[in-house]
């Protein structure tokens, strides 16, 4: 069964710091993966995707995928108090269904 | 934007008893899933539907049964709850395109059973 890893499980970075996530997989075939964004009380919000080897960037955020270490990471610029939050990562399943699974999530903290 | 709703927002119940939590999706998308969230598991799937009628088994499907009745309304049902079920329960749809496979989340509902 398909399984994806998160660390660190708590990150505490200073404002205006870069943030760094990381998210294993278990499964080199898996698709495209997905960085969810989790405030309290609240579902969680798609924030950035990738399936192709290499980096993907938008705004503050920045993908780093390497299919061969089966490794994702997600970086954030200039980090606000306001992405205090847990940050989940998603792996789309290999087998043609339309199913995510998630990772435990990072839990962000960025102090003013 | 998507839109998912689900109701209650909390619920308790006792050991044995019946609970049924709703969902509804306002964006006409076609697969509808029902999550759990427990601390140290992150989400994990219970059932996913993609249509009206059809129900598809996910990762921890045990104790729970669901049941999508339209394209927008999809219930999970706990017919003989248990402390294990306890959690944090989140509905999401998707369009179901390999264009666009965002996940759309409602707020979740939280039930506890003692």
């Known amino acids: 069964q398909e399984k994806v890893q998160q660390s660190p499980e708590s990150l505490i970075v200073p404002e205006g710091a870069m943030s760094s996530l990381n998210c294993t997989f278990s499964?080199?075939?898996?698709?495209s993966i997905w960085w969810y964004q989790q405030h309290p009380g609240k579902g969680p919000e798609a924030l950035i995707?990738?399936?192709?080897?290499g980096n993907k960037k938008e705004g503050r955020l920045t993908v780093y995928l390497n299919r061969a270490s089966l490794h994702v990471s997600l970086h954030i610029r200039d980090s606000q108090p306001s992405d205090s939050a847990v940050y989940l990562c998603a792996v789309k399943r290999p087998s043609g269904s339309w199913q995510l699974i998630f990772g435990s999530g990072t839990q962000l903290t960025v102090m003013p | 934007e998507a839109a998912v709703t689900q109701s209650p927002r909390n619920k308790v119940t006792v050991t044995g008893g019946n609970v049924t939590l709703s969902c509804r999706q306002t964006?006409?998308?076609?697969?509808m899933y029902w999550y759990r969230q427990d601390t140290g598991h992150g989400l994990r799937l219970i059932h996913y539907s993609y249509g009206a009628g059809n129900l598809q088994i996910g990762d921890v499907p045990d104790g729970y049964k669901a049941t999508r009745t339209t394209q927008e309304d999809f219930f999970l049902l706990l017919e003989l709850a248990s402390p294990s079920q306890t959690s944090l329960y989140f509905c999401?749809?998707?369009?179901?395109?390999?264009?666009?496979?965002?996940?759309?989340f409602g707020h979740g509902t939280k039930l506890s059973v003692l």
């Open positions: 999401a749809s998707s369009d179901g395109q390999i264009s666009n496979e965002r996940l759309f």
């Open positions: 995707s990738i399936f192709s080897n």
């Open positions: 964006n006409s998308h076609n697969y």
């Open positions: 499964n080199s075939a898996s698709q």
